[in-house]
């Protein structure tokens, strides 16, 4: 049973866009939190930008003012923009979804539900 798909990664040069997309169930996509996280090799994973279910966001430090994250009601559907970016940004990049609790921390150890990932690659 798939409940978090993602979609939208791909290679582009620094300094260039990407949109991510990651279609969600309806029941989680009703979770009070729903994040997007991204992984290099032999790193932790990291949590990028998360937004509530009242509609309030954060975001690492590293991507603020660069990457915006929203969601679609209609569509069940979770976004991350991602302008500017950097080579610094590669990683494969997951949508998650906290049933009960907020984004603020955004630890993965808080995540209930997880995709496959989308792998993003910024050239220099």
């Known amino acids: 049973q798939v409940q978090l798909v993602e979609s939208g990664g791909g290679s582009v040069q620094a300094g260039g866009s990407l949109r991510l997309s990651c279609a969600a169930s309806?029941?989680?996509?009703?979770?009070?939190?729903l994040a997007w996280f991204r992984q290099v090799p032999g790193k932790e994973r990291e949590g990028v930008a998360g937004?509530?279910?009242?509609?309030?966001?954060s975001y690492a430090g590293s991507v603020k003012g660069r990457f915006t994250i929203s969601k679609d009601n209609a569509k069940d559907t979770l976004y991350l923009q991602m302008n500017n970016l950097k080579p610094e940004d590669t990683a494969m990049y997951y949508c998650?979804?906290?049933?009960?609790?907020?984004?603020?921390?955004?630890?993965?150890?808080?995540?209930?539900?997880w995709g496959e990932g989308t792998l993003v690659t910024v050239s220099s």
């Open positions: 937004i509530d279910s009242d509609g309030g966001s």
């Open positions: 309806g029941y989680v996509y009703r979770s009070d939190c």
């Open positions: 998650a979804a906290r049933t009960f609790g907020d984004c603020y921390k955004m630890r993965s150890g808080d995540m209930d539900y």
